[in-house]
């Protein structure tokens, strides 16, 4: 089922996100559900909170990327409890970002390269490792999402009053996207 991705201005994006364990209700579904939202709205990335649910839940996928990273192909991955542990600030890139709850902003953001990152996947397994590059990207982006950031809250001062009218405007519920959205008004 497409669920409705929530805006800019919703609370639910700025609360702190829980951890689960293997009994939470429909986890399996819920996961169906996000990654068919994400499909659905062009994305890459899709967290929880972003559905309306404080919990440390996050779908990737990059195979829409495959042209430009053959290394991505069929990449679809399910993480659980994430939490980045290390960040491997010896080489950062600054690259412009978008997101599904700030539809029609976009800006860069400087990053890390490479992140020490743990989380389990979908049969509780616990993982801990190294990733960099763009995927190392994604997750600093979806992940944020779970500690009640937005890549807004990483642009320079000047380029958020830049597009402080067009968060206004997100607030409103005065904007257009293509996917089924839930904003403040």
Known sequence: MILPIYTYGMPVLRKE?????????????????M????YHSDGVGLAAPQIGRNIRLV?????????????????????????????DDTKTESMEEGCLSLPGIHEPVRRPTRILVAYDDEQFQHHEEWVEGYLARVMQHEFDHLDAHLFVDRISPLRKQMVRSKLTQLIKGKFRCAYKVKSPK
Not at 25 to 31: A, D, S, V
Not at 75 to 80: A, E, M, T
């Open 35 to 38: 990654f068919e939202t994400m």
């Open 59 to 87: 779908v990737i996928t990059l195979d829409p990327l495959k042209e430009d990273y053959p290394e991505y192909a069929g990449f679809n991955k399910v993480y659980i409890n994430p939490h980045i542990l290390e960040y």
């Open 17 to 33: 996100s829980e951890d689960i364990t293997p009994d939470y209700p429909e986890l399996e579904q819920l996961i169906k559900d």
